[in-house]
């Protein structure tokens, strides 16, 4: 199958940045070192009444930091604005294909190598230093890999949009800036979204970016169930649907430019 084998090559992509993968991951640390020593210094002796302690914000701080590489730091766009560019995105949505499935598949490859490299090594580290939290309750592990996938398939249809608005736009690093900061921001990467002030904390709650990474991170705590996931899959369904349809009138767009 074509999908499966652009998953497979972009996995063997990968493997010739080894050395530029292992700075990410040392830098990944540091953030995360850095972050668990402000919140463990924030919340050590002010815990009452505070619904996460200073263990809980070191395992959200560790397990954030390791789903960022499948979540958040996705290529800029799916790598669509530079086909839009060179003009192979005509050849490519020529192809008796999903466009949408194709860029999908090759973005699938690099996540799951960063998965690999990147996210379980980072993950060890934390656990052999600061510790990990390991669900007592069985379920809670299906629940996590659910939520993890869900996350994945939100992030990439979001990133998707972004790049195939290059299509009308040409230039996608302004919006590719805004969504990271607002999948930082309001999606529970250095604050969760439940400590934000007033409204600002339920309303992020119903956002789609509280799916890539806050959700997933309170299901691995142990701190929401299933039902957390019903905003994220709502989105996930919609932005696929957005996305198709958003495809089609793309080809159209080539089409009636002779690309």
Same mark, same amino acid.
């Given at each position: ?6 998953? +497979?090559? #972009? /996995? ?21 070192? /850095?972050?668990?020593?402000? %919140? ?31 979540? /958040? ?6 790598? @669509? ?29 690099? /996540? @799951?190598? #960063? ?36 996350? @994945? ?10 790049? +195939? ?19 930082? &921001?309001?999606? &529970? ?8 002030? &007033? #409204? ?34 709502? %989105? ?24």
């Amino acid at each position: 199958m074509v999908y499966w084998e652009l998953l +497979i090559k #972009n /996995i063997k992509v990968q493997f010739q940045y080894r050395i530029a993968h292992m700075i990410n991951n040392l830098g990944s640390l540091i953030f995360g070192f /850095i972050y668990i020593a402000i %919140w463990v210094g924030v919340l050590t002796g002010k815990e009452e009444g505070s619904p996460y302690s200073a263990t809980d914000m070191t395992h959200y701080m560790a397990y954030g930091q390791a789903l960022l590489w499948m979540t /958040i730091f996705l290529t800029p766009g799916l790598g @669509i604005p530079n086909r839009v560019r060179n003009g192979a995105i005509s050849l490519e949505m020529a192809r008796p294909v999903s466009y949408f499935t194709y860029t999908a598949a090759q973005e699938a490859g690099r /996540i @799951i190598y #960063n998965l690999c490299f990147r996210s379980i090594p980072i993950l060890l580290i934390f656990a052999l230093t600061v510790g990990i939290h390991l669900p007592t309750n069985p379920i809670s592990y299906l629940w996590m890999t659910v939520a993890a996938a869900v996350a @994945i398939w939100l992030s990439i249809n979001l990133h998707y949009l972004i790049g +195939i608005s290059a299509c009308w736009t040409y230039e996608i690093s302004g919006a590719h800036f805004m969504i990271v900061t607002l999948l930082f &921001g309001l999606g &529970g990467q250095l604050v969760p979204l439940d400590l934000l002030p &007033g #409204n600002l904390g339920l309303w992020a709650q119903w956002l789609p970016f509280a799916g890539v990474l806050y959700t997933p991170v309170i299901i691995y705590l142990e701190k929401a169930g299933m039902e957390a996931l019903l905003i994220p899959v709502l %989105w996930a369904s919609v932005l696929t649907l957005f996305n198709l349809w958003l495809t089609g009138r793309a080809r159209r767009k080539l089409e009636i430019q002779g690309g």
